[in-house]
């Protein structure tokens, strides 16, 4: 699927996992056996093509949580840095402790997309 070189992670140096690059617009997975934070992290881009010309371009950092099967998905935008919108799938408004203590030592700012649209929850 692609090569795989030792690479820091880049906002998580002490991790020791190996990215794997894809093919499909993934530029790099990597996956951690670390029990407090996610237990993966995708930079993904996606772009919005109007033709040939690029509309949007949407450059972003995944940080998986939980469950591999239901994860709880926490997205930052390469453009927006400091920010990180959690994704509930619209079934609640709340982000589990664990996962909001990881994205608050990381973040300024962290929202929640739930089923009240999206929401600052912290800080409040």
Do not use: C
């Amino acid at each position: 699927m692609g090569d795989s070189r030792n690479l820091p992670h880049p906002h998580v140096p002490e991790w020791l996992s190996e990215p794997t690059w894809l093919e499909d617009g993934q530029f790099a997975v990597w996956t951690t056996v670390d029990d407090t934070g996610p237990f993966q992290i995708v930079h993904n881009r996606d772009f919005m093509m109007n033709g040939e010309q690029v509309e949007q371009d949407y450059n972003f950092i995944d940080y998986l949580f939980g469950e591999t099967k239901e994860p709880i998905v926490a997205r930052m935008y390469l453009d927006e840095t400091d920010a990180v919108t959690v994704s509930t799938a619209g079934k609640s408004d709340s982000i589990p402790d664990g996962v909001l203590l990881y994205l608050k030592k990381r973040f300024r700012e962290v929202h929640v997309l739930g089923e009240h649209g999206s929401v600052k929850v912290w800080p409040k």
